[in-house]
């Protein structure tokens, strides 16, 4: 039997370009499964690739690596990497999608990365600046289609796809990262529409799901993160999703109303979160890798094995064809809208 740690419950962010000290032991935690990268942690390609390095070897054990590289407002590594266009942008360009999610990934496969938190399932119903043009449309069908493109494109490159922000964030006019929004539909609304990106893309395989720290008092008293009848009963075994889960950042004020970090994260696992998210908050994410229980679980190993990278066809990538077209076509779709 191996000694190394199998992937721990918390995904946690490090400070900066390089590891500190101190760092090394919090990814050797137990809990610790995964690291989330920001632009802060961003200089090069060859930075990053040192700092990912030092990431893994700090762990005796498996550990996944994360960044949010949905295009547009939220790219976290932008020099050396190809501009991104919002999603909205797509539906100009509907045969680009999958190149475009090709191209993204096969960039973050060759610096080490496992996998970005794309792509976004929400529907833009017209009030949300927060997501916005991160939807792929305001139209349900097309919405679906280009995300289920896009992901198409990720996995041909050999990477898991997640989808956000279950059960949809786009009709909600307020920012969870500072307040806790409240969707008033009912959930025939929500199945009929916002529900249709992520059934369709749970058919075709979607590898990880992210719900929305967004309240839907019509339907359930809990938030979607912090819901069993969200996770369990619609997301599970309504929609039959056998990926992985993964929480909304806990430190975020959307979560606030679950109480203290601890409580957050043990609210969430219960509810069904296989992976905690605890960033810009290195005091949160040491209380919340010490509050949880040390439990070895096969199946939420066996899903987190799913969000492994497989890179298919990085090597001179740069140098393909197939690069060079979809980053040129990329730059004039943007120039298109500038």
Known sequence: MSDKRPFGPVMLDVEGLTLAPHEHELLDHPNTG???LFSRNYES???????????RKARNGDILMAVDQEGGRVQRFRSGFTRLPPAAYYAQEPSLAEAAGWLMATELLAVGVDFSFAPVLDIDCGVSQIIGDRSFSTDTELATRLASQFRKGMHSAGMAATGKHFP???????????TLPVDERDLDT????DFVPFKQLIAEGLEGIMPAHVLYPNIDAQQAGFSSFWIQKILRTEL??????FSDDLSMAGAATAGGFAERAIQAQ?????????CNNPNAA?????????IQDPLREQRLRRMVGNPKDVLNYRASSKWQQTVTQLNQLIEQHA
């Not at 039959?240 to 889960?245: A, I, M």
């Open 190 to 193: 929500l199945r009929n529409k």
């Open 168 to 178: 949809g964030h786009g009709a909600v006019a307020l920012d969870s990262h500072l």
């Open 270 to 278: 219960l509810a069904g979160c296989d992976m905690l998210l605890v």
């Open 286 to 294: 040491s209380e919340v890798l010490d509050a949880l229980p040390v």
């Open 240 to 245: 039959n999703f056998n990926g992985t889960v």
């Open 45 to 55: 390609p060859e930075q990053l690739v040192l700092l990912i390095n030092d990431i």
């Open 34 to 36: 995964a690291v989330i």
